[in-house]
């Protein structure tokens, strides 16, 4: 028995030794985990705030009950310009008077279309003023010479899908921008393609987005 | 628990761990883009946004661009060509493409500025201005002392301008000195009535001596569309262009035949060219004289004179006879300021050819009669030569005004230095400009006026000079003016009404309406950007060639500088401004080192010249003439005839905006006005100058 204890205490002493170092480079691993839930998982969301749009505004209801093409509100002019957003007034066409008796269309017409006051839109995809952005090019036409995207996949490609509910609109605290604003990296997985230099005018020289 | 090594641990790997989260990356990302939002950033105002478009003409530019101004949500942005125009047609030149952003350059007045008694400006509201004008104009009209300066060459300002000035008891108005004046004075020396133009466009070949067509002389935006649509890139050219001249400009670089000749050698070149012309056989009955005294000019004499080949210059006259329509265009690279005697030359020339009247030829336009009673006739105002009256006030040979009116013209930049108008501004009772930027004229007058840009008021262009037929053509406000500045035509006919004036019409909106009427022209098509083109003539009547006269401006020419001095001669580009305005903000990147090197003026020489004075390129140098010199640098371009030396005009301003002041030098610091022998004109000349190392 004695033999056998004199030969497991320096076991004993090796293994507390080994705990013991396990025990000492802990708070180092639990760091590392801590930042990394903090990084990963906190740190996103607390960089951004969330926001609703000011009318619960559904493109479903616009396209599919009242059947009205995309082209009816968001089209490029003649001049090449894109009409984007339309006003109020531009709305007013059919929300003269209120159509449903729906939350938002009251909000809409009380608070918007009678006072004729502009609706502050969240704009998911807005640029910085240094980009130059132009539908004209972006076109289904265009694009549709080597792909065939539907119309809603093309926009999907750089805008969120708004086909129900408007998405809740996520502003980075530090920089202003929406959450969903595109990077130039994302642009220029199609202008800095090879395969777009043969077959359209998007280079990825800076004076193409950059005036 | 957790020691103080185990905290270290703690956070070197919590510092470890951040590295692999987006937390630096994303957060130095976020934070570089947030620097673009800081509150005092200008911003865009996107979104949906209703562009309108309105057809209108340039002030700014002297070709007459006509211009499709973009509006968004009623705010100009953009300078278009106008397609309709059937004078620039589409084209638009670098001047007016800046006049949307010119409307906010550093430089523009925004209220009318006082001179205190220790030379500083304070602000003053409009009524102020306006009540110390009026009380100046009160006293002048009284001693029959006003003397005004327009800087507008071609619009029914000037007959206001004209008109007022008459009405006062003066017959003191003047234009700035331009090719206009010259052509005029040219034109009567012969005997001429009516305007002249040339119709370069129906031209199958030009013939220019100094005029740079294609850069800065007359409608030249009309003449770049011109000769594009007659030079296709696939067929056979329907114009050729042949360009006499001291330096390869930008006229000289697209022309067929660029003739380098030695500065202030027109006339021998001229002369050359009719002594061939009559040795070839042109008829003399009628021009005998004219014959005599071509008879001695010789290619030979005349290759001593200019410096071009016999051979070339037999060249030009082959060309001549064999074309169907031949143009002579004489003119002067500074386009102000030249002498007549060549451009009498030219128009005999044009005459001998049979070219009078004819299409591609030289053209004699009526006058235009004016709306405005006791205005000026064009023939009258053409006949005043702002440089003599300026010469003879610093002389002391006349009295100098009561009162100086200066409406948007820049006489301190763009005269000759030694022209005596820092005399006339100092010696003048009280001096007013009306202006749009606050330049050195404006800095040098008791009152400052802000006037509207030609974007935001009404104005009309009534037949640029140079052009062959008659074109009138509207401008119209497209924006409200800004900040404070006023319609000038508006403010002078309120105050005339004010000291009891009646000049016929309420608003100056009144006398374009009349001038329209007048011309049998539709306001509202004017309003849309019509224009009025017309090919009536007056009938060409005998002419007199005025030997004398050009055997006197003959005599003592083309003296070889003296050794190691050069001859001057001056360029400029109609994108760096005019004599009323300056280099556009957007135009800087169009400054080559043909113009600036290291942002001193340019000197550039033929290396030939070059090595023989001992200079290298890139050295610092001075030009000196007289008392005058002018800092440069050294640059070698073998389109320069030989020793000459090339400035660029248009650079050198004192006090306009960060785009243009200290940037190089004001070529009328050599310059000087003279009488040129002959017609007794004020004209300017650069003297010869000396070479020294900086």
Redesign the interface.
């Known amino acids: 028995m004695e033999d056998r204890q004199e030969s497991t205490a320096p076991q004993k002493e090796v293994c507390s030794r080994f705990k013991c170092r396990l025990c000492g480079v802990a708070p180092f691993f639990v760091g590392i985990v801590v930042a990394l839930v903090f990084g990963w998982w906190l740190f996103p969301t607390l960089m951004f705030n969330s926001q609703e749009q000011p009318v619960q505004f559904t493109h479903d209801t616009h396209v599919n009950v009242a059947g009205l093409d995309c082209n009816y509100c968001h089209k490029i002019r003649p001049d090449g310009t894109f009409s984007a957003i339309p006003t109020t007034k531009e709305c007013a066409v059919c929300h003269q008077v209120l159509l449903g008796e729906s939350r938002a269309e009251r909000v809409f017409w009380d608070e918007y279309v009678r006072p004729g006051k502009e609706v502050a839109w969240l704009i998911y995809q807005k640029q910085p003023d240094n980009v130059f952005f132009s539908h004209a090019p972006h076109s289904l036409e265009n694009c549709n010479n080597c792909h065939e995207f539907s119309k809603t996949e093309l926009c999907l490609f750089c805008h969120v899908n708004v086909k129900d509910k408007a998405p809740t609109y996520h502003e980075n605290r530090l920089s202003g921008y929406s959450k969903d604003t595109m990077k130039m990296w994302q642009c220029e997985r199609c202008h800095a393609n090879p395969n777009h230099l043969a077959g359209t005018a998007a280079n990825n020289a800076c004076f193409v987005c950059h005036k | 628990m ?1 020691d103080r090594r ?2 270290l ?10 590295l ?4 630096v990356w ?2 130095l990302d ?2 570089s ?2 620097t ?2 800081w509150p005092w950033i200008p ?2 105002d ?4 209703l ?1 309108t478009y309105i057809s209108t003409t340039s002030k700014l530019c002297p070709s007459a661009c006509g211009m499709r101004v973009r509006l968004v949500n009623g705010r100009p942005v953009r300078v278009l060509g106008d397609e309709s125009n059937p004078l620039s047609r589409g084209g638009v030149s670098a001047l007016a493409s800046a006049e949307v952003q010119l409307r906010y350059s550093p430089a523009r007045l925004k209220r009318p500025l006082r001179r205190t008694a220790d030379g500083t400006f304070v602000a003053i509201p409009w009524y102020e201005a306006e009540a110390l004008l009026r009380a100046e104009l009160v006293k002048a009209a009284r001693d029959g002392g006003l003397m005004c300066l327009s800087g507008d060459e071609n619009g029914t300002m000037n007959e206001l301008l004209s008109a007022l000035t008459v009405a006062m008891g003066s017959s003191d108005f003047y234009l700035m000195p331009g090719e206009a004046q010259t052509t005029a004075a040219a034109w009567k020396s012969l005997g001429g009535r009516g305007r002249v133009g040339y119709d370069f466009a129906r031209s199958d070949f030009v013939l220019a001596v100094g005029a740079g067509v294609l850069e800065n002389w007359g409608p030249v935006v009309g003449n770049r569309r011109a000769w594009g649509r007659a030079r296709p890139q696939d067929g056979e050219p329907a114009m050729r262009l042949a360009y006499a001249g001291p330096v390869q400009n930008n006229t000289a670089a697209g022309a067929d035949w660029w003739l380098p000749i030695r500065p202030g050698s027109e006339m021998a070149f001229l002369m050359g060219i009719a002594q061939l012309l009559f040795a070839q056989g042109c008829p003399s009955a009628g021009v005998e004289s004219f014959a005599e005294l071509a008879a001695v000019w010789t290619p030979e004499k005349v290759a001593r004179a200019t410096g071009l080949a016999p051979e070339r210059l037999q060249q030009v006259v082959e060309q001549l006879a064999a074309a169907r329509a031949p143009l002579i265009i004489v003119g002067t690279d500074l386009g102000q300021g030249g002498e007549a005697a060549p451009v009498i030359l030219g128009m005999a020339l044009n005459t001998l050819l049979g070219r009078v009247n004819q299409d591609g030829g030289l053209r004699i336009l009526p006058e235009p009669e004016p709306v405005f009673p006791r205005a000026m006739s064009y023939g009258d105002m053409m006949a005043q030569d702002f440089t003599a009256a300026v010469r003879a006030v610093a002389d002391k040979k006349r009295a100098a005004p009561s009162l100086l009116m200066i409406y948007e013209a820049n006489p301190v930049y763009a005269m000759p230095r030694g022209a005596g108008v820092e005399e006339l501004l100092g010696s003048a009772g009280f001096s007013v400009s009306f202006s749009c930027f606050l330049d050195e004229t404006a800095r040098r007058c008791d009152l400052i006026l802000p006037s509207a840009m030609g974007l935001e008021r009404f104005d009309d262009v009534n037949t640029p000079f140079g052009l062959g037929e008659i074109f009138y053509a509207l401008c119209q406000p497209v924006a409200e003016p800004l900040y404070e500045s006023r319609a000038a035509g508006d403010v002078l006919l309120d105050l005339a009404r004010l000291i009891g004036l009646d000049m016929g019409y309420a608003t100056f909106r009144e006398a374009l309406e009349a001038r329209a009427a007048s011309l049998g022209l539709d306001w509202a098509g004017l309003m849309k950007g019509e224009c009025a083109i017309s090919r009536a003539t007056l009938p060409l009547e005998s002419l007199i060639f005025p030997s004398g006269l050009i055997a006197e401006a003959l005599e003592g020419r083309f003296i070889q500088p003296e050794k190691g001095a050069l001859a001057v001669a001056t360029f400029t580009k109609l994108a760096f401004g005019t004599a009323d305005s300056a280099i556009p903000p957007f135009a800087t990147k169009l400054i080559t080192d043909a113009e600036l090197t290291a942002g001193e003026l340019s000197a550039s020489m033929n290396s030939a010249t070059i090595r023989e004075l001992g200079l290298r390129e890139g050295m610092k140098i001075r030009l000196v003439a007289g008392e005058m010199s002018l800092p440069a640098r050294v640059r070698a371009f073998e389109g320069v005839a030989m020793g000459t030396v090339a400035l660029a005009a248009g650079f050198g301003h004192t006090n306009f905006d960060a785009f243009n002041n200290g940037k190089g030098a004001n070529v009328m610091d050599l310059f000087t006005t003279v009488e040129e022998p002959g017609t007794g004109l004020a004209v300017w000349r650069c003297p010869d100058v000396k070479i020294v190392k900086a």
């Open positions: 957790l185990g905290f641990k703690f956070v070197g790997g919590a510092a470890v761990g951040t692999a989260t987006p937390v994303k957060g976020d934070l883009i947030w673009q939002n911003r865009l996107k979104g949906n946004n562009n």
